[in-house]
């Protein structure tokens, strides 16, 4: 089917798909309906056609289309039931069968099949390839990795192989994350440009981080921010990316972020901005102010108009000074920020931080033995008062002096 065809078809599948979802709730409290069945049908009695539409809906997810991530569920329900409506011999043609695997990795139902073939609907497809999608579909991790471990992804048609490796690496990666990646790349490579290849990106750059191989990180974060920057799960990946990057295990030197920012800035403008205020903020949290400094001091550098993120980027960086010499020009930043512009977990950052300043200015009080009768009573409570009056030094005095009396007395 040529694409502006198979595009056209899809934009009348978002408008049946919202269609049939009015019609499903306008009719859920009435107990009887003399309306026909047929009248909750989508476009098209085509498996496979079907299932592209449905992939024409995920591309406009990665498009950044929230609109079209509202309706995948419904659309997913609207043609589990469609599939049960269908004539079985359907389901003897094999790329039938394929669209019914590709419907249920991508998220439809797997107990619309069992019930068909509970019915005697046989499916023309491998049977571990067939269960175990099935199996993943409805949660059941273990059934679904001991049948889809049989499978060889590179085998099969370009149409599910994609899918069924992105399933394989996310069932292998909590056990054997090494392992996962052969999956995870096969995945992106048989479906680029895809939802298979942003799901497969997000899922493995920072396992990828983790194992420790810095070069492939930065690679597949580069080309999921490059491909992918506008998807609605692109907010997500890049809080990621600035945990991994400001974390303990991914540069112990500050002088890496030169190396950093070099990365960073081969994106666009916007994904710079968030990614350094994500940065910024993500190792303030996880105690390295230095990355902090430099991540909130580059966003500035920037000229960001965004009232919301500028005070962002000068939060981060009063607070990752809190600690340090320059405490005083800290709070006075601190202070000067309006905390109902803020969220509220960075309110809560704030008050952290103008805690920590003035801790620093405060005389310490710690609690107090006497090692000896030459030591004088020292006051708890209102001691920095009590430090303005010279008179507050005569105990210190006169124990030091009777100390000193005491030593010359003294026979060694």
Known sequence: MPVGIARRAGMSFLKSALLCTGLMVAAAPVVMTTQP?????????????????????????????????NLLQPSLIVIGRRFLRLDPEIWKQERNSRAAIAFMLSGGSGSVFQELAAQGVVFNADPNLFAGAMAYSQGNRKMALSLLRKVDPIGLPVAIAGQVALAQAILISNDDPAGAQRYFDLARLMMPGTLVEESALRRQAPMIAKLGDTPKFERLSRRYLFQYSNSVFSSEFRDTVADVISGSDYLTKEDEWVRVFQLISEFDEESQSILLLRLAKAALVNGNTAFAQQGSTAFLKLGSQNTEWINEAKLYLAASKASSEDWKAAISRLVAIKSPDLSRENQLIQAVAITMANSIREWPQPDLYPASEFVPYVPKVGLKKKLYDPAVFTPFENALNDADKALKEAEF
């Open 37 to 69: 069945a047929s009248a909750q049908m989508v476009s098209t009695a085509d498996p496979d056609l079907m299932v592209l539409e449905l992939q024409i809906l995920q591309d406009e997810i990665i498009k950044g289309n929230l609109e079209a991530y």
